[in-house]
């Protein structure tokens, strides 16, 4: 019997590549043979990664030996079974993780018949591994608001920079995209640290939006740089706010609100739906696929609230504390954007370089009746950075829009889209009254109202179909259809993975399926307004 050892160079090579990534890493102590078989074998370790792994989109820049070593090695850190154990390799995780992702690609079959985005064995494998919950804790919950939730901090105060274990915390939870709800990822079964308040704390606090930071999601130094713990609380709020009354469950959200790294690296966005008609040359340039339908989500609090949290003479904390964590209740829209590019032109001095900067016009229209008077409104494109997509200098995907009332630009939102050009998860961000009475000071114009009110946004795309596909609808009939029929499959999907049950909040969440009735008798009615064709869906989503 021929030994494997004995075997010629390529067949030993063509047997090799069959093997399991962790157990290549043991192959060279094996013996000599196998030693001169995997060590430096380049081509060897890029047939075993493309094996296992997405095919990266720049192949040629990958070390293939080094990616190897660095998924086993993450496997293994976690598997490690306290936090205690894992809680030093959160750098590694981190640059691990986000390489990982930069290198994903979408060349599987739809997550669901719903989802936004497409399989990636690389999300896969990092779903499958931040599942488990010590490992939530030692990486996703290590921020300055989780800390100061678990009474961890000596001194609560804000670090000046942010300390760069709680940036890359901050970062690798909203990469994961499932909001971690309650300080310790165990808790949810005492419903106890609730993490809502902590975040509101941060992001209702007017002292957070100032002119370096852009009134954005943004550090407050003026490098335009992301603050990735200002993000994360954003999408702490809005989760928690979606969760009360049971929307995380409802389809269009589920896959973007309630599963791990939903889409988020470079061109994960799957279209539900798409156009017919052939794309305009300027749609053919965008690199963000801004043209299409989105849907917005907002939060914000009761303004008696916000301006006695934010100017209560008696409870005024020095710049360097954070507010008391609220929990005083917030309201809750969901708006849909059917956009369109007007206008690319290369970047400015501030912007990326690699990608130019997009302008959009479009509309947008309340899915909530009730707060038609300011969402009902056009969103324009605009000179400079209003109605604008472009790149930030450390390569983040900015968004920057105006929401045009009576006229006036009368909201601006901020926002960073996680994951890259055209990723499934969409932009977080925030949004703040843009000051309609401009006012000079210190010479020039005023874009940002002190005295707010300002919160939490985000939105993702949906459709590739937008306002020159039919103009005088803006909700679509064909769009709420799949959300119904995508709706009754989902049992089927629920198989495949089991989302981290993260509490029920105090409030009871909506039953699915009913909703998804209501959706379809509510779809019997058109209703005409101003001209324009919608569908109510006050009755499902009013609280």
Not at 196 to 202: E, G, I, Q, R, T
Not at 337 to 345: G, Q, R, W, Y
Not at 356 to 366: D, W
Not at 426 to 436: E, I, R
Request: with cysteine.
């Amino acid at each position: 019997m021929i030994l494997l050892t004995e075997l010629p160079p390529e067949i030993l090579h063509n047997v090799l590549v069959h093997v399991d990534p962790p157990d290549l890493a043991w192959m060279p102590r094996i013996c000599r043979t196998f030693y001169h078989a995997v060590s430096q074998n380049a081509p060897l370790f890029k047939e075993v990664y493309l094996r296992n792994f997405d095919t990266p989109p720049n192949s040629r820049e990958l070390d293939w030996e080094r990616a190897i070593r660095d998924l086993v090695r993450l496997q293994v850190v976690c598997r490690r079974t306290s936090v205690h154990d894992k809680k030093n390799e959160l750098s590694f995780v981190y640059d691990t993780v986000t390489r990982l992702l930069m290198n994903a690609s979408s060349e599987g079959d739809p997550a669901s018949p719903v989802t936004v985005h497409q399989v990636s064995r690389n999300a896969e494998l990092l779903s499958s591994i931040f599942k488990e919950e010590t490992n939530q804790a030692a990486f996703l919950c290590r921020s300055f608001i989780y800390q100061r939730a678990r009474a961890e901090l000596k001194y609560r105060i804000f670090s000046s920079p942010p300390l760069d274990d709680h940036q890359k915390s901050a970062h690798l939870h909203c990469l994961y995209s499932v909001p971690m709800l309650y300080a310790h990822p165990e808790s949810h079964r005492t419903r106890s640290s609730k993490m809502s308040p902590f975040a509101c704390s941060k992001v209702y606090d007017l002292r957070q939006y100032t002119e370096d930071s852009m009134w954005g999601p943004f550090m407050d130094d003026g490098s335009g740089d992301v603050d990735w713990e200002k993000m994360e609380a954003i999408m702490i709020v809005l989760g928690a706010n979606l969760k009360q009354f049971g929307l995380n469950k409802f389809p269009i959200c589920k896959t973007v609100w309630d599963r791990p790294f939903p889409g988020v690296w470079r061109g994960g966005y799957r279209p539900l739906s798409t156009s017919d008609r052939e794309p305009e040359p300027l749609e053919l340039q965008d690199p963000y696929g801004v043209s299409g339908t989105w849907l917005r989500v907002v939060c914000f609090l009761d303004y008696t609230d916000f301006f006695t949290y934010n100017f209560n003479p008696e409870h005024q904390p020095p710049p360097t504390v954070p507010r008391p964590a609220i929990d005083v209740g917030e309201a809750t829209r969901f708006i849909l954007m059917k956009l369109h590019v007007t206008a690319i032109e290369p970047p400015g001095p501030e912007d990326g370089q690699a990608l130019p900067v997009v302008h959009f016009e479009g509309v947008c229209r309340s899915i909530d009746a009730s707060w038609e008077e300011n969402a009902n409104s056009d969103i324009r494109g605009m000179i400079q950075t209003r109605g604008t997509v472009r790149l930030t200098r450390e390569g983040e995907v900015r968004w920057t829009s105006f929401s045009v009332y009576a006229g006036e630009d009368r909201w601006r939102s901020e926002g960073i889209q996680v994951g890259g050009p055209r990723s499934g998860k969409g932009v977080l961000g925030t949004w703040f009254d843009n000051c309609a009475e401009k006012e000079k000071l210190m010479g020039s114009y005023r874009d940002f109202d002190p005295r707010g009110p300002a919160g939490p946004n985000a939105f993702w795309k949906i459709s590739d179909k937008g306002h020159r596909d039919d103009p005088d609808r803006v909700v679509m009939a064909d769009f709420m259809r799949t959300i119904i029929e995508a709706g009754r499959e989902e049992d089927d999907d629920d198989e495949d993975y089991e989302p981290p049950e993260n509490g029920d909040d105090d409030g009871d969440e909506d039953d699915g399926e009913n909703g998804l009735e209501e959706l379809e008798s509510l779809m019997e009615t058109e209703i005409e307004y101003n001209g324009t064709v919608f569908w109510n869906w006050t009755e499902v989503f009013d609280p």
